[in-house]
């Protein structure tokens, strides 16, 4: 697992982070939605590669306008093969030890609502009603920073 930001990305690392998204996002989800959302440029990418496959990713923001600046994690996804086996799990405590380290403030994500109990072992709260986001049940939720 390695962190890149933007001008860090290789044209290969960003084809297949955008290969895994889609993949996961729209075609196992058949959800039609605008992937390149102009916030990929002020990310910091986390990709995970077995062999030379991208088998997970997700992006951290130290700061979102939509959340009131505060950071926020999203795109958490896994290739197939890997789910089921922890390693979800994996990516989303490196992420929290990034956030925690680098950006030390209270992180919000809109989670699809069925992983309401996976991003609750992590520490976030439900934080609204359950809301439809590009035709899909998510909830926004909280995690307060754990400050090292």
């Not at 990305?9 to 605008?34: N, T």
């Not at 077995?50 to 994690?73: H, P």
């Not at 929290?96 to 699809?112: E, N, P, T, W």
């Amino acid at each position: 697992m390695y962190w890149r930001n933007w001008q860090e990305l290789s044209k290969q690392e960003l084809y297949d982070l955008l290969q895994l998204r889609l993949s996961v996002f729209a075609v196992e989800q058949d959800c039609p939605y605008q992937d390149c959302d102009d916030l990929d440029q002020s990310a910091v990418h986390l990709l995970a590669y077995q062999d030379t496959q991208l088998a997970g990713y997700l992006r951290v923001f130290e700061s979102l306008e939509k959340y009131q600046g505060q950071a926020s994690i999203g795109r958490v996804c896994c290739n197939d093969a890997m789910r089921g086996t922890g390693f979800g799990q994996e990516l989303m405590q490196e992420a929290l030890r990034y956030c925690d380290q680098q950006f030390g403030k209270d992180i919000v994500i809109s989670a699809q609502a069925y992983l309401r109990d996976f991003y609750y072992n992590f520490g976030f709260e439900v934080a609204s009603e359950i809301y439809l986001e590009d035709g899909i049940e998510h909830i926004r939720m909280k995690r307060t920073a754990k400050l090292l």
